[in-house]
């Protein structure tokens, strides 16, 4: 895959004097040449707001924002462009569901079951939907490798369990989730599952007619594309039951002075001016991807996690979180007792550049007994000598902090 490293004028550059390797793509990846050009050809030759002008450059702008929304559908196999929904991230996806869907149909008695492994993003929501309606917030239990028991987790969906929400894969553990098994158990309770697709939808290929979940939430800027551009995908039926929770233009049908009526899917969801260079910068994107091969990244990522996973295990003092197989994207550790800042400090002025901190999943920590942690996560322009610098960068921060503690 290093052929590709080329794409990403970003990477050609020395950071403190040193060669820079990117290793925090889990928190937002790089841009390539295709995507950048994009989304300066629609600023330079078509910026218009899109579906209201009848002129040239709106008719154009229209093309490309649509044109992009068919790209991403075709990317997750998605039904049909009325399930796509354009907005921020996965953080504005998710608190959709969370106040349009559930706040609506959950009441007391019901349970919203969810991995205590998830973002912020993916719980936050969910507890402010059980103090507003009364359903419980339950958890499934992880194993000790951060991984679910099937057994386990299939008793754990009851009659109760209303809404199941859980990230395919974690953003610390790697751990790659059985979404496909819990959408089936959910949906045999009368359940409903939303998936939060930030760290596979990147790295892996992804169906969501093959999961059945009912809601998948992305973001762009981990998938090579823009920052401010996401995608909520949802069962077309689910989402025409449902109401926006932004209003104003371009999500209606017909307004009067006391009353309006919504447009149909997507539009109703999307109030506003959307996001248009950031919707063609992730059309882009996804050709990029597309071109490369989902399958091709995936099985990248895991060669690069196993890599790193045997090499790190040769140093002393490092402890590695997560599963030892079926991981992707990262691997999130400790080093003796160094704090994950200071170590992170120590790899940058190396060149290294790496995640230290909590990673937006406290209740976590606090499961693995650690108040921080440090992450390597890889990508397609990664290759196994960035892991080989990270391991050297490494046994320089203990030697450093060996001596400064003697």
Known sequence: MSQYIKDFPILDQQVNGNPLIYLDSGATSQKPFKVIEAVETYYKTMNSNVHRGVHTLGSRATDAYEGAREKVRRFINAGSTQEIIFNRGTTTGLNLVASSYARENLKEGDEILISPSEHHSNLIPWQQVAKV??????????????????????????????????????????????????????????????????????????????????????SGHKMV???????????????????????????????????????????????????????????????????????????????????????????????????????TGMVTFNLDTVHPHDLATVLDAEGIAIRAGHHCCQPLMRWLEVTATARASFYLYNNESDIDRLVAGLKKAKEYFGNVFR
Request: overall charge negative; charged content about 25%; aromatic content about 8%.
């Open 225 to 327: 594309g823009p920052t401010g551009i996401g995608v909520l995908y949802g069962k077309e039926a689910l989402l025409n039951a449902m109401e926006p929770i932004e209003f104003g233009g371009e999500m209606i049908s017909t307004v009067g002075l006391y009353d309006s009526d919504w447009k149909e899917l997507p539009w109703k969801f999307e109030g506003g001016t959307p996001i248009i260079a950031g919707a063609v910068g992730l059309g882009a994107a996804v050709d990029y991807l597309e071109s490369i091969g989902m399958d091709t990244i995936d099985a990248h990522d895991r060669h690069l996690v196993a890599y790193a996973m045997e090499r790190m295990g040769e140093l002393e003092g490092v402890s590695m979180y997560g599963p030892r197989k079926d991981r």
């Open 133 to 218: 309606t009364g359903a419980t917030l339950k958890y499934f239990e992880l194993e000790p490798d951060g991984t679910l028991d099937l057994n386990k987790a299939k008793a754990a969906i009851t009659d109760r369990t209303k809404l199941v929400a859980i990230a395919q894969v974690s953003n610390v553990l790697g751990t790659v989730f059985p979404v496909k098994e819990l959408a089936g158990w959910v949906h045999a309770k009368g359940g409903v599952i939303v998936i939060d697709a930030a760290q596979s939808v990147p790295h892996m290929k992804v169906d969501v007619q093959d999961l059945d979940c009912d809601f998948l939430a992305f």
